[in-house]
C-alpha cells in the first residue's frame, strides 16, 4: 500500500490498534489529528473536587482578661488564635475566634487626624474617660493603655504616676486591657514591670518585648504576674523566630505571648507587613514552633500616610475626595488586609475603621443569606 | 508552571551559550526563564520540539487572557498562590461600569474618567483598566448602540456584560475591539461561546457559588475549541464569605495543575450598594488573588484606597527592602543649598525623592543606613540615633559638600535632634513630618534663616 493510501485511510481514523506490529526505529513521531476537536461540543455535569490542605500545625489560644472568679476584675475574657487554617477558609476548617479589636488610648493629649479627633476630643486628658467612650460608645472588644508620656523626652511622668493611669483604666472599664510603653527602650521595662505588678491577676498583655529592650525584664514581668507578652519585631521573620525563641527559653508559654511583626502603613509598605504576617501563618500551620502564636497589628500605624490624614491632595489640581472618608478607609482597609493575612488583634483607633473592618469580619466568618449574584446586571439605572 | 529546575529547562535550550538573550550562559536563561525576568521569545534559536516542550513547562498555572486590542489588558498568568513565593505578575486590572439607561452626560464623564485616569504615585504611574459596559436595559438594541457610544470615546479595553447572548452578538456587530464578553452561563455557553469563535474574544463563564457548575460552563467552552476564558463565581456583597471561598478555591485549583478551572478570576464589587463597602469588597479580592475587578464608584476617596492597595500587593516582593545608603544630589545644588537626611527603607526615599523632584528643589539628600526601615520604626528601633546619623554625616563628608552647617533631619526623627546636635556640632532642623511639606519648610524655615 502507497503511504499516500494509508494516509487518506487514517484521515477518518479516530483509533488505531496495531496488532503483532514490530517497529524498528531511532525515533518514532506520530502526529494525530487531535481526537477531542472532533467530539461535538458539549456540556457535561462534572463534579468540583475541593482543594483542601492538610496543615500538621495550629495556631495555640490565648486568652485575654481575668474575671472575679479567676483573681481579675474583667466581666469577661477574650480568645484569640485556634487557627488550623488560614483566615476565613471557611470550605476548609472553621477557625474558632474571630479578630479582636483593641482601641488605643493615650495617657496624654497627643494629635490625631481630624476623622480620628472629632470622635475623642472631649476626653483626650483624661484616659479613664477615654477608655470608657471607647467601650461604651464604640464596643471596644479591649483598651490599650500607651503610657507614652513616660517618655523621658516626652514628659518623663515618674512610673509611680504611670502605673496610677492604669489603675484608673482598669477601674473605668470591665474589658481586658493591653498596656503599652512609651518606645523608650530604657524606660519601657521599668513601666511595664510595675504596670504589671499593679495589674496582677487581670491577664492583660504588655506591649512590649523587644530586641530593642531588656526584653527579658518585660517577659519576667508578665510571668511573674500571669499577663500575656507581645513579642514584637520589625518586619524580618528571622528576628521574631529568634526573639521567640529566647522568649520560649525563659519559660514563657505558648499560650502567654502574641507576636507583633510590625504593621505598615496601606501605600507605605503594607505589602511588607502582609507577607511577613502570610509567612508566619503558613509556617505555624506548617509546623514551625517558633513561630506559632496568634499575631497582632498596631493598625493604627495607617494613620501616618498622608493619604490617610491629610485634608488634601498637597499638588495643585488634584482631588483625594472626602477626607472623613478617604481616612478611616485607609485604617480599614489595612485591617482587612492583614486579617486576611492572618492577625487576630487588631489596635485601632478611628471608629469608622473599625466598624468598616467588623462589617466584614462578621460577613467573613458567619453565614449569610445569599441573593443571586447576576442581580449585578439586572438593577437599572 | 510547575515547581522547575534550570535543568529541566536547560535539557530544551540550544545548550551553545551564544549571549544572544542577554545572558552569559544557556544555563543563566534557563534560571532567567524560571524568575520569568526573560521569556522563550529571548532566546532566537528556539524552534520545533524543543519550543514546543518549553511552551508547555513554562505556562503559568493560571491561563492568561488578554482583551481589547487598542489598549491590551492582561489578567491571570499567575503561578504562584501567595506573592512571598515568588511574585504576581499582571495585577488585578481594574474596570469601571457603566450602564445602558445611563444619560449621555454620565455615560461620557465616566468613559472619559476611565480613559484619562492617571495617578502617580511613588514613581509609578496608577491607572485603570477597562470599561464594564452594563445592558441593565436587557434591550440589544439599546446595549449595542451604548457600546458603539462608549468605543467612540475611549481607546480602552471594554467588556460586554449581558447574560442576554442577542445583546452580546448586537454589540459585537457595531464594535469589536476584542472585548472580554460576559458571560457564558449553563445555559448559554453555545451560544456565547459560538459569539467568541466568531469574532474572537475572551470570554466569561459564570455561575453562581456553584464550582462544579462553574467547571462544567468552563469545560464546555472548551470542548468547543476556547481557550481564553476568565471565570466568575458571582459576587456577593452581602455575603463576602461566599465569594472569598470561592476565590481561593478555584486559585488553589490553579495551583494544583487543573486543565479546566486555571482561570483569572473575576470580582464585581461595583455589586455592593454602599461606595465605602466596595472599597472593602474590592480590598478582599486584590488581597485574595482577583485578576479583574469591576468597580463602581469613581470619586477619588474609593478609588485611592483600592489602586493604593493594588500597587502594594503587586510589588515585587524580590525588589530589595532597602536602597544605597549615601549622599545624593537633588537638581543643581550648590553650597549654600539645603542638605536633608532620610532612611533608605525605599518607600521612604522614593517618597521623599519624588516630592523633592516635583517641587523642583536643587538640594542634597543624605540617606542614612537604616537596614531597610522607614524613620518612624528606625527611630524606635534604634537603627537610626545620633550615632549613627554622626557617623553617615561624617562618611559623607558634608563637611566638604556645603558651607554652612545646618541638617535638615525628618519630622519623625525629632527625638534625635538634641544629641545629634550635641554631637556633630552643626545646627540640626527638624523638618516636616511628612516630604510633602518640604516646599512649605524651604519656603518658612530655610529661606527666612
Given amino acids: ?381 | 508552571m510547575k515547581k522547575l529546575g534550570p535543568l529541566d529547562i536547560y535539557r530544551h535550550l540550544p545548550k551553545t551559550n551564544c549571549g544572544e538573550c542577554g545572558e552569559k550562559t544557556c544555563m543563566a536563561f534557563a534560571s532567567q526563564l524560571i524568575e520569568r525576568a526573560l521569556t522563550l521569545k529571548d532566546c532566537p534559536y528556539l524552534k520545533g520540539k524543543n519550543m514546543e516542550a518549553l511552551v508547555k513547562m513554562t505556562a503559568p498555572a493560571v491561563r492568561q487572557v488578554i482583551f481589547g486590542s487598542q489598549s491590551p489588558v492582561k489578567i491571570g498568568g499567575e503561578d504562584v498562590l501567595y506573592r512571598h513565593e515568588l511574585t504576581y505578575f499582571n495585577e488585578t486590572a481594574i474596570a469601571i461600569d457603566v450602564n445602558d439607561q445611563m444619560g449621555e452626560e454620565e455615560l461620557l464623564t465616566r468613559v472619559k474618567y476611565v480613559t484619562d485616569f492617571n495617578h502617580e504615585r511613588i514613581g509609578q504611574e496608577l491607572t485603570l483598566q477597562a470599561i464594564a459596559v452594563k445592558n441593565t436595559s436587557q434591550n440589544p438594541d439599546i446595549f449595542a448602540e451604548c457600546v458603539k457610544k462608549v468605543a467612540e470615546n475611549t481607546d480602552k479595553a471594554l467588556i460586554y456584560c449581558s447574560f442576554l447572548p442577542e445583546s452580546l452578538q448586537a454589540a459585537l456587530q457595531v464594535s469589536n475591539d476584542t472585548p472580554l464578553l460576559y458571560a457564558a452561563t449553563k445555559e448559554t455557553w453555545e451560544q456565547v461561546g459560538n459569539l467568541a469563535l466568531e469574532y474572537n474574544c475572551p470570554v466569561v463563564a459564570f455561575a453562581d457559588n456553584n464550582l462544579a457548575e462553574l467547571k462544567s460552563v468552563v469545560a464546555a467552552l472548551q470542548s468547543m475549541g476556547l481557550t481564553h476564558i476568565a471565570v466568575d463565581p458571582g459576587t456577593h456583597p452581602e455575603n463576602l464569605s461566599a465569594t472569598l471561598n470561592d476565590f481561593v478555591q478555584i486559585r488553589r485549583t490553579s495551583m494544583r495543575e487543573d486543565e479546566t478551572l486555571n482561570c483569572p478570576i473575576i470580582g464585581i464589587p461595583g455589586a455592593a450598594s454602599d461606595p465605602m463597602e466596595e472599597v472593602m469588597a474590592a480590598s478582599m479580592m486584590i488581597d485574595r488573588f482577583a485578576d479583574l475587578i469591576i468597580f463602581n464608584n469613581i470619586d477619588m476617596f474609593g478609588v485611592l484606597p483600592v489602586i493604593t492597595l493594588r500597587q502594594n500587593i503587586y510589588t515585587d516582593p524580590r525588589r530589595p527592602v532597602a536602597v544605597e545608603a549615601g549622599l545624593r544630589t537633588f537638581g543643581e545644588p550648590t553650597k549654600e543649598s539645603p542638605l536633608f537626611a532620610t532612611t533608605n527603607f525605599a518607600l521612604t526615599y522614593y517618597t521623599v525623592a519624588s516630592d523633592i523632584e516635583s517641587s523642583a528643589l536643587n538640594c542634597y539628600l543624605l540617606v542614612f543606613d537604616t537596614e531597610g526601615l522607614g524613620v518612624e520604626a528606625s527611630v524606635a528601633g534604634g537603627q537610626l540615633d545620633a550615632y549613627k546619623a554622626k557617623e553617615a554625616m561624617d562618611t559623607a563628608k558634608v563637611a566638604e559638600v556645603v558651607n554652612h552647617t545646618k541638617i535638615i533631619i525628618p519630622g519623625m526623627a525629632a527625638r534625635i535632634s538634641g544629641e545629634l546636635e550635641h554631637l556633630s556640632g552643626w545646627e540640626v532642623m527638624v523638618g516636616p513630618k511628612d516630604s510633602s511639606g518640604i516646599p512649605e519648610f524651604i519656603e518658612k524655615r530655610w529661606e527666612q534663616n
Fill in chain 1, 1 to 381: 500500500m502507497e503511504i499516500r493510501e494509508l494516509i487518506q485511510l487514517l484521515e477518518d481514523t479516530g483509533e488505531i490498534e496495531l496488532e503483532n506490529v514490530d517497529i524498528f526505529a531511532e525515533e518514532l513521531e506520530l502526529f494525530m489529528s487531535a481526537a477531542e476537536a472532533a467530539k461535538p461540543a458539549e456540556y457535561r455535569e462534572l463534579e468540583y473536587e475541593r482543594p483542601l490542605e492538610e496543615y500538621p500545625g495550629e495556631v495555640p489560644v490565648v486568652k485575654f482578661g481575668n474575671t472575679k472568679g479567676e483573681g481579675g476584675t474583667r466581666s469577661h475574657s477574650l480568645y484569640v488564635g485556634g487557627e488550623k487554617t488560614m483566615p476565613f477558609y471557611r470550605f476548609e476548617h472553621e477557625n474558632p475566634y474571630k479578630p479582636v479589636i483593641a482601641f488605643d488610648v493615650f495617657d496624654m493629649k497627643i494629635g490625631l487626624a481630624k476623622p480620628v479627633k472629632v470622635h475623642y476630643k472631649e476626653v483626650m486628658e483624661d484616659p479613664a474617660e477615654w477608655a470608657k467612650l471607647c467601650v461604651n460608645k464604640f464596643g471596644a472588644d479591649m483598651v490599650t493603655i500607651h503610657l507614652i508620656s513616660t517618655d523621658p523626652l516626652i514628659k518623663d511622668t515618674p512610673v509611680s504616676e504611670a502605673v496610677k493611669t492604669v489603675e484608673e483604666v482598669l477601674q473605668a472599664v470591665k474589658v481586658p486591657i493591653i498596656i503599652g510603653g512609651s518606645g523608650n527602650p530604657d524606660k519601657d521595662p521599668e513601666v511595664l514591670e510595675k504596670a504589671a505588678e499593679v495589674a496582677e491577676g487581670e491577664r492583660v498583655m504588655l506591649n512590649s518585648a523587644s530586641m530593642n529592650l531588656d526584653y527579658k525584664r518585660v517577659a519576667q514581668a508578665a510571668m511573674d504576674h500571669g499577663h500575656v507578652v507581645l513579642s514584637w519585631t520589625q518586619l524580618d521573620i528571622n528576628d521574631q523566630k529568634t526573639l521567640n525563641r529566647h522568649l520560649f527559653d525563659m519559660g514563657v508559654q505558648k499560650e502567654d505571648m502574641l507576636i507583633d511583626p510590625t504593621t505598615a502603613a496601606l501605600g507605605y509598605g503594607l505589602e511588607y507587613s502582609f507577607s511577613m504576617m502570610e509567612r508566619m501563618r503558613l509556617a505555624a500551620l506548617k509546623g514551625d514552633k517558633d513561630l506559632q502564636c496568634p499575631i497582632a497589628s498596631g493598625t493604627t500605624n495607617a494613620w501616618g500616610a498622608r493619604e490617610a490624614w491629610m485634608k488634601e491632595a498637597p499638588t495643585e489640581g488634584e482631588t483625594w475626595g472626602d477626607r472623613m472618608k478617604r481616612g478611616p478607609l485607609w485604617e480599614a482597609v489595612s485591617a482587612l488586609t492583614l486579617g486576611l493575612a492572618g492577625c487576630n488583634l487588631f489596635m485601632m483607633m478611628c471608629p469608622t475603621s473599625v466598624q468598616l473592618f467588623r462589617e466584614m469580619v462578621t460577613q467573613l466568618s458567619e453565614d449569610q443569606e445569599t441573593k443571586p449574584a447576576a442581580a449585578w446586571l439586572a438593577g437599572g439605572v
